[in-house]
């Protein structure tokens, strides 16, 4: 089982990768840079071996990287969208550093033009910034559907797929708090839920998971995290969630709202699911 949370990235990746350990974690996710800004931090190439290295010993699974909230693929505004096309390019380039790992993205929102218009935006960038020889896989994140987010359902995911030329770089990360909220029964359907996905996107496409429970009810497209069993979700759906095939040997990263204990105890409940299946 891997298993982690979203950890501060401005100490360095020996850090986070500290960090991790500290929290019972072997896998982590963070923020390529300010997630609510552009700049992004120098990269320490003495800190990324030294990290490695710890990634290795202690055989972490893939880290779930992540996109700043400010990068807006099919942003109505040209300025918006040529920052978030460079942000886009860079931050492939600085993934390269950690070879092998996942890159998360918001698919964006299309601020009123319209989703058709927003999945060929989107598409197009991801035709000129993906490259062959890059070692990350990018993912497009399942959205709640909130405004005007593109990816609320599974067919505006695979449209945007569709289109990308190198399909081999790009996947789906499977949150659940946003595929619930986005009106997906994960708690009387679970089981429907990935036929569906399976059939509409491809579970092979399905590279990792952002674990949260939900504030609201199934279809609020409301996005709003709660605790492991602590939301509408409930505790019995988000262990069968935990313990489906569908999902296995994929990255759980927790998204809920926690201080370190908090997300210490949820690391050691998701772990003890897991122990118990087996
Ligand atoms: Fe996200
Ligand atoms: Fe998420
Ligand atoms: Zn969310």
Not at 47 to 73: C, I, R, W
Request: overall charge negative; proline content about 3%.
């Amino acid at each position: 089982m891997f298993i982690g949370n979203h950890l501060s990235a401005s100490g360095g990746y020996e850090a986070m990768g500290k960090a991790a350990l500290l929290l019972g974690a072997n896998t982590f996710a963070f923020f390529t840079r300010n997630p609510r800004g552009g700049k992004a931090k120098e990269i320490n190439e003495a800190d990324v071996s030294k990290f490695l290295a710890l990634k290795e010993e202690h055989k972490f699974g893939k880290l779930v990287a992540h996109a700043p909230y400010t990068m807006n693929l099919c942003a109505e505004k040209e300025n918006v969208r040529t920052f978030s096309e460079e942000v886009f390019a860079d931050d492939l380039i600085r993934m390269e550093y950690t070879p092998g790992n996942y890159y998360n993205f918001h698919p964006g929102s299309h601020v009123g033009q319209g989703a058709e218009a927003g999945i060929e935006m989107i598409s197009k960038v991801l035709n000129q910034a993906l490259k062959p020889d890059q070692s990350t896989i990018v993912l497009l994140e399942t959205m709640a559907g909130k405004g005007s987010e593109v990816g609320r359902s599974f067919e505006e995911l695979r449209e945007i797929i569709d289109r990308v030329e190198l399909k081999e770089k790009v996947g789906v990360c499977f949150d659940t708090c946003h595929v619930w909220d986005g009106g997906y029964d994960i708690v009387n359907r679970l089981d429907e839920v990935f036929t569906e996905f399976d059939r509409i996107i491809g579970l092979d496409r399905l590279y990792a998971v952002h674990f949260n429970d939900s504030m609201n009810e199934c279809g609020s497209h409301k996005d709003r995290h709660a605790k492991i069993g602590e939301g509408c979700i409930g505790m019995e759906a988000m262990r069968r969630v935990a313990l489906h095939p569908a999902l296995a040997g994929r990255p759980f990263i927790l998204e809920t709202p926690n201080d370190d204990e908090g997300y210490k105890k949820e690391i050691a409940l998701v772990r003890e699911w897991a122990e118990e299946e087996n």
